[in-house]
């Protein structure tokens, strides 16, 4: 009963078109009354607790680093390098979209900041050389969900929040199924567009690549410094996001100097102002949290997915299909805070490793961001290519059938998540 309105009080108030923080505080309130527990107090010490943490700190910076990516040079960079080492190759500025996907990943961890770079950048380009709209599109939404996954994550950092979990051995955890990710989105783009008819760019020199590489050298350190700098312990991943910001003002302001200060207020409203709504929707979802532990909402779940608690294998399937199907219909954000607290007894009390799982999680949800009606980076895409969302679906789909592929084929093979994170835990 008590799962039944903690959804009803959820998702009604959702349907009616009541925005998702004030459903979750809704929601949360829902599960007090009928527990006969209502205390106002209590609904504003958990709204306040909620935000009310260290590792929280990295999202502003590391999405303060995304606007300063775009803003001063460093995307454009990085566009350029991938250009240059593989645009001539048949399909090649497909290739460079994915390429400069996973490096732009390594930089912001935010899907919807690379999917309005890559967008931006290689869209126009894209068509100019007779690419298909829709199916250029479609990749180019397809490849922006590596954001999310590859570290810095913003995804994995409210996933380690709310579920406890070492954000370290997430950011390395998710290395490898990135690439993975990116290496499907690469046979998939071969295959559909090798029937297209569209003009090469002619294959740099050497020594236009090499210029390519000095000049991006800088954008390309950042990703190294984070990544050796959890392995080593140099920094925490709330020092990392601080790292990653001051870094990239640094690059964009004194070496590439495209970011002159009188857009540095700009920049820094643009990045408070989406803070302000991952902060908010994670203060809310703190109460929804609470009550859901009080309420023993997780011990019906476990009741519910009993028959499959023995079979690993089956139990995370299932998960997975729940989330596939809950990432339609909302964004990742309060998904991530209102199914972690939910799912974690599960998880534990079925023995799964929670990075594991974290990892196949944050790969869902970001799955999720190009799948209607919701889908954030479609939405972002279409603002920036003009097209409809039905063209744009109907060009994402062979690249959203292989990132389900490769989410399933972690699933069944999890080694290929827990191995290297064992190699770079050492």
């Given amino acids: 009963m008590t799962l039944t309105i903690f959804l009803g009080a959820l998702l009604g108030p959702m349907a009616l078109g009541v925005p998702i923080a004030f459903a979750l505080i809704l929601s949360g309130v829902a599960l007090m009354l009928y527990m006969g527990i209502f205390d106002p107090q209590i609904v504003a010490q958990n709204v306040m607790n909620g935000a009310d943490s260290f590792p929280l700190m990295a999202v502003p910076f590391f999405l303060l680093a995304g606007e300063v990516m775009n803003t001063g040079g460093l995307s454009k960079r990085i566009v350029n390098l991938a250009m240059a080492l593989v645009g001539h190759v048949r399909g090649g500025l497909g290739f460079v979209a994915i390429f400069a996907a ?209 079979n690993q294998t089956l139990l995370l399937i299932a998960i997975m299909v729940l989330i596939v199907l809950v990432g339609t219909a909302m964004d990742m954000t309060p998904t991530i805070l209102i199914m972690t607290p939910v799912l974690m007894p599960v998880i534990k009390q079925a023995g799964i490793d929670p990075v594991y799982f974290g990892v196949l999680f944050i790969i869902n949800n970001s799955i999720g961001l190009i799948t209607p009606p919701v889908g954030t980076v479609l939405n972002v895409i279409c603002g920036v290519s003009k097209l409809s969302m039905e063209d744009l679906m109907k060009g994402v789909m062979p690249f959203l059938i292989a990132e389900l592929i490769v989410l399933f084929l972690l699933v069944l093979f999890p080694q290929l998540v827990t191995a290297p994170v064992a190699w770079f835990g050492h």
């Fill in 102 to 310: 996973c490096i732009l990943s390594s930089l912001s961890g935010s899907a919807v900041a690379d999917a309005a770079a890559l967008g931006a950048l290689l869209y126009p380009m894209m068509l100019k050389s007779g690419h298909d709209p829709a199916r250029t599109g479609g990749l180019l939404a397809s490849a922006s969900v590596i954001g999310p996954i590859i570290p810095p994550s913003i995804g994995f950092i409210l996933y380690g929040v709310v579920g406890g979990v070492s954000i370290t051995k997430l950011f390395l955890a998710g290395i490898v199924p990135g690439l993975l990710i990116a290496l499907a989105l690469c046979i998939t783009w071969l295959m559909v567009a090798r029937k297209e008819q569209f003009a090469l760019p002619p294959r740099q020199s050497g020594a236009v690549r090499m210029k390519a590489f000095v000049d991006a050298i800088w954008a390309l350190m950042l990703p190294v410094i984070i990544v050796f700098g959890l392995k080593f312990g140099v920094f925490t991943p709330t020092e990392a996001g601080v790292v990653a910001a001051v870094y990239s003002l640094f690059v964009a302001m004194v070496i590439y100097r495209e970011l002159p200060p009188s857009r540095l207020f700009h920049v820094f409203v643009a990045a408070a102002k989406i803070t302000s709504v991952v902060m908010f929707l994670v203060a809310c979802a703190a109460v929804s949290a609470w009550l859901i532990t009080v309420a023993d909402v997780p011990g019906d779940l476990v009741a519910l997915l009993e028959p499959l608690m023995d």
